[in-house]
């Protein structure tokens, strides 16, 4: 049973740059959310996405944008990249889209912003 | 949304000690997770635990949630216990489904 995948791994940018981040929920969930961890803090919810559309979203400028697939697999678009930008960012998936079910993280991606 | 507060911030043990952690959260919760992160940022899942209590080898949660706390122990601690630990809460009110994170406690167990 595969668990959450994320892609990729590392990823450079510079400022003002696009980024896509990708992930695969675990089998048999449906819900993805995002979240941003900077060095030292604990992860800060970005988004959830559930029924290909985004029904919660948490304090981030409209820069950060996602897509919800058919599949469930879900993207993560950050536009005009910022220093602050970098940090790791990870993919979480939970089912079946009921509030207060447990939530399962991918290995994350680190992004560097130059 | 409600605040998660974490304590002690750090924790040095030497191989063997037992330990407790604590996580406050500042409204009731319908999700309330335990996590340990490894040094390469993957977040592991400890325990799901809303309330009640529960056991998975050396380690154990309880959850009060009439009282908003969460404890996590660790028995006879050993060097791979090292790493970053989380709670992370889900408020019941509402549509909320964001999970909002403590500070974590960094535990460092020595040889």
């Known amino acids: 049973d595969a668990g959450v995948t994320q892609s990729p791994t590392h990823l450079i940018k510079t400022r003002g740059q696009q980024v896509t981040l990708r992930c695969s929920p675990k089998?048999?969930?449906?819900?993805v959310s995002w979240y941003q961890q900077a060095l030292g803090q604990g992860p800060q919810f970005i988004f959830q996405?559930?029924?290909?559309?985004?029904?919660q979203r948490g304090n981030f400028p409209d820069r950060f944008s996602g897509h919800q697939f058919p599949n469930y697999s879900s993207e993560l678009n950050v536009n005009a990249l910022l220093l602050g930008d970098s940090a790791l960012y990870l993919c979480?998936?939970?089912?079946?889209?009921?509030?207060?079910?447990?939530?399962?993280f991918g290995p994350g991606t680190r992004l560097t912003v130059l | 949304g409600i605040q998660v507060e974490q304590s002690p911030p750090d924790l040095i043990l030497q191989e063997g000690a037992n330990s407790t952690l604590r996580c406050n959260f500042s409204?009731?919760?319908?999700?309330l997770q335990w996590f340990h992160q490894n040094p390469w940022g993957q977040l592991i899942n400890l325990f799901y635990?809303?309330?009640g209590t529960k056991q998975n080898g050396r380690l154990s949660a309880t959850t009060v949630a009439t009282e908003r706390y969460s404890l996590l122990y660790i028995s006879s601690s050993q060097t791979t216990d090292s790493g970053v630990y989380f709670c992370?809460?889900?408020?019941?009110?509402?549509?909320?489904?964001?999970?909002?994170f403590g500070k974590g406690t960094l535990l460092t167990v020595n040889p």
């Open positions: 992370a809460g889900q408020n019941s009110g509402g549509s909320n489904y964001k999970l909002t």
């Open positions: 635990i809303p309330s």
């Open positions: 996405y559930y029924e290909e559309e985004e029904r």
């Open positions: 409204d009731s919760v319908n999700n």
């Open positions: 089998s048999g969930h449906d819900t």
């Open positions: 979480a998936s939970s089912s079946p889209g009921l509030a207060g079910n447990e939530q399962f």
